[in-house]
């Protein structure tokens, strides 16, 4: 599979992670929606549109990596990714500002998924909360972030070839 091909399936996979997070975010916040699905009305899926933001992160920037001629897999996978992302940053090939959204990300994804629980009173950047409806600002945030992460990364790659 050439390099084109496989960047193209990732920066796909990103969209549909960031599709279904605002699909899931709509979900969560219109009743319209839960009445159409036969939904509780105080059902949130706030956990997952935080969860789908990561993974448009993750694909959006595998999708930069390979372009440079770097590829991550497992395992690991997803570590590598962020460190070798990162080290793009530092050589100022791409913002910084693009590293702090997906470290973010990375944390608010590791909380929800109960990784590193022994670390959470001590990191102090993202608060898990228990109620679904109470992590509507976190997943929001998310949601945003990878929004910006993916224009900007569709941008770049565009811009680099």
């Known amino acids: 599979m050439d390099s084109d091909r496989k960047e193209i399936l990732y920066l796909?996979?990103?969209k549909n992670e960031l599709d279904l997070a605002n699909a899931v975010f709509k979900i969560s916040t219109e009743t319209k929606f839960k009445l159409d699905l036969e939904l509780k009305e105080d059902s949130t899926y706030f956990s997952n549109v935080i969860s789908n933001s990561?993974?448009?992160i993750f694909y959006s920037a595998k999708a930069f990596l390979y372009t440079k001629g770097?590829?991550?897999k497992v395992p690991d996978?997803?570590?590598?990714?962020l460190v070798e992302f990162e080290k793009l940053a530092d050589s100022g090939q791409i913002d910084r500002e693009l590293v702090k959204i997906y470290k973010d990300i990375v944390v608010k994804a590791e909380e929800l998924l109960g990784i590193f629980a022994k670390e959470k009173s001590k990191r102090g950047k993202f608060t898990y909360r228990m109620l679904p409806?109470?992590?509507?600002?976190?997943?929001?945030?998310?949601l945003e972030n990878a929004e910006k992460f993916?224009?900007?990364?569709n941008l770049l790659?565009?811009?680099n070839k």
């Open 12 to 14: 796909n996979r990103a």
């Open 54 to 56: 990561y993974y448009c």
């Open 70 to 72: 770097i590829i991550t």
């Open 77 to 81: 996978e997803h570590k590598k990714t």
């Open 133 to 142: 409806q109470a992590n509507l600002e976190p997943a929001k945030e998310s």
């Open 150 to 153: 993916y224009k900007n990364i």
């Open 157 to 159: 790659i565009k811009k």
